[in-house]
């Protein structure tokens, strides 16, 4: 632009050097009419000119408003990533109370089985339960029929007295098998025996590891006088109805006699 105006300038010096020097120049009614047939363009130039300084000031306008436009895009676009993010970590803890949830449900649906099952257990115990008079009549039936029992005299023998020694007694079928107890009675009499303390134990095997048992305590003394000594209890009926008797003590040496009895069943 700038290089045609040049152009355009140093043609017109040109004739206005032509016209001033040359001999035939134009007289003023040609000089007039001319410029009257160029003034249009020269309008027409100047509105140009105008129009296109109207132009650069909308177009520098609008590249402000573009530029701020950007300025204001690129603002939203980091809040769009700021609200992607949080939109993410949003959709992660969603996932994770899902989950929560999903896992809570599942715990309470075992819990609410559980509870159920133990309904129908409680339920079903219920039924084998009795109230307060029922165990009241039953207790006192247990306890008459304990009782009650059935008296015998039944001799099985004498009380092993040598050191460490173990007698077995055999119940015998006068127990009848129906019998839960029997009530063994033992005495132990001395006069004038060697020994000092002695110790008894009658026991039964209820089971291979566990017995049941009572004991009796004498003491044997040098001189003449006849001293006793007897105990009694009750005592289980072991399967093998076996009656064991153990001593413990320095052997018996003198006049002494023993004997070791079933007084009763029930």
Request: hydrophobic share 40%; glycine share 4%.
């Amino acid at each position: 632009m700038l290089k045609r105006q040049f152009i355009l300038l140093l043609a017109l010096i040109l004739v206005a050097t032509a016209y001033f020097f040359s001999p035939y120049r134009p007289d003023r009614e040609v000089l007039n009419t001319f410029y009257d047939k160029i003034r249009p363009w020269n309008t027409v130039r100047m509105e140009l000119q105008k129009t296109r300084s109207t132009l650069r000031k909308d177009i520098d306008r609008l590249q402000a408003k573009l530029s701020a436009a950007n300025q204001q895009i690129s603002v939203l676009n980091q809040q769009n990533a700021l609200m992607e993010t949080t939109l993410q970590q949003l959709n992660a803890f969603h996932d994770q109370e899902t989950q929560a949830i999903n896992n809570s449900q599942q715990q309470s649906l075992a819990v609410t089985e559980q509870l159920e099952q133990l309904r129908k257990e409680i339920g079903d115990l219920q039924g084998s339960f009795i109230n307060t008079d029922q165990l009241n009549d039953a207790l006192a039936a247990a306890f008459i029929a304990a009782a009650k029992y059935h008296p015998v005299n039944v001799n099985l023998g004498a009380l092993p007295v040598g050191e460490k020694e173990q007698l077995t007694f055999l119940i015998p079928e006068s127990i009848p098998d129906t019998a839960r107890e029997i009530l063994v009675y033992v005495y132990i009499a001395t006069n004038y025996v060697k020994g000092d303390a002695h110790d008894f134990k009658l026991f039964v095997n209820v089971n291979a590891n566990e017995e049941n048992a009572f004991y009796l305590h004498t003491f044997a003394f040098p001189q003449q006088g006849w001293s006793y000594n007897s105990e009694n209890a009750w005592l289980p009926v072991p399967k093998d109805r076996t009656l064991r008797a153990q001593s413990d003590g320095k052997a018996l040496f003198g006049s002494w006699n023993s004997q070791i009895r079933i007084i009763a069943y029930r």
